[in-house]
């Protein structure tokens, strides 16, 4: 953390949701994604951030919808910088409590943000204020009683997807790219390996791969390995292991990436979710 930056994080042990307040100033973090749904809100200042192929602006008032595997950044573009609260909300927790809430939802679908930016009345109190009880370490009953609340705001800004395990608008060599580093994250996978696949030089895959999904091959591979990465340190393993698991050079390589996509170290990270002292 710099004088201009801070995070204070913590980690739900019932739930697994992640709470992070933070303070920003110039760019905060490069694009990425998470495999959790983001629900936030902007305290202070501007927060700035390409999502879903728009530049968002984010101010106090509003709440910001993120779903996981969408690709964002942060840039605050006024003197003073920005501050938020988000809660980093389970996949598998919120469908399960969502399908308790919506007993018709047909099983081949899942919950998706109709908006990425939202000013709907009563939304804002109920992220803050679960927000507040699982930063203040509440009593369970309280604890639920908020997440309830806010479930019950969030259903007007949700809308139920079909579930599919291959977009048939993405061309096959991209699928078949993706799905060998989900397959593979922790080895050192070349273009040319990814290109095999396909059957197609390596210049063909890494434009058909970024017009699918985003981001380079190698961009996505670092992307895996910091959302493993973090579900690792959550549950107390060192960062010099998790960097020699997931195949990055050495703890300083993680540390670099980890920095520029979450604006913390793996070691920050690891103590404020595990209670454990740093490594």
């Not at 018709?104 to 992220?127: E, M």
Request: charged content about 25%; some cysteine; overall charge neutral.
């Amino acid at each position: 953390m710099t004088a201009r930056h801070w995070i204070d994080l913590r980690q739900d042990a019932e739930t697994g949701i992640e709470t992070i307040r933070a303070h920003f100033e110039g760019h905060a973090y490069d694009p990425h994604w998470h495999d959790s749904y983001l629900v936030g809100f902007t305290e202070q200042g501007v927060q700035q951030f390409r999502c879903r192929h728009r530049l968002h602006q984010s101010t106090p008032g509003q709440v910001f919808l993120v779903e996981p595997g969408e690709i964002h950044d942060g840039d605050a573009p006024a003197p003073g910088g920005f501050t938020y609260s988000m809660l980093y909300l389970d996949p598998h927790w919120l469908e399960r409590e969502l399908r308790a809430l919506f007993e018709q939802a047909p099983a081949t679908c899942q919950p998706g943000f109709a908006t990425t930016l939202s000013r709907a009345p009563g939304l804002l109190p109920a992220v803050a204020g679960a927000f507040a009880v699982l930063q203040a370490d509440e009593l369970r009953i309280v604890r639920q009683t908020a997440l309830d609340t806010l479930l019950a705001a969030l259903t007007a800004h949700l809308q139920w997807r079909t579930r599919s395990e291959a977009d048939p608008r993405l061309p096959q060599v991209a699928l078949r790219a993706r799905d060998y580093l989900h397959a593979h994250l922790d080895q050192d996978i070349g273009l040319d390996d990814l290109a095999r696949l396909g059957g197609v030089d390596r210049f063909r895959l890494s434009r058909a791969f970024k017009a699918a999904f985003g981001l380079a091959p190698h961009a996505y591979l670092i992307q895996l390995r910091l959302a493993r990465a973090r579900h690792l340190l959550a549950r107390g393993e060192a960062p010099a292991d998790v960097a020699m698991r997931l195949g990055f050079a050495d703890q300083s390589h993680l540390g670099r990436w980890f920095r520029r996509a979450y604006g913390l170290t793996p070691g920050h990270y690891r103590r404020r979710c595990s209670n454990l002292p740093d490594a």
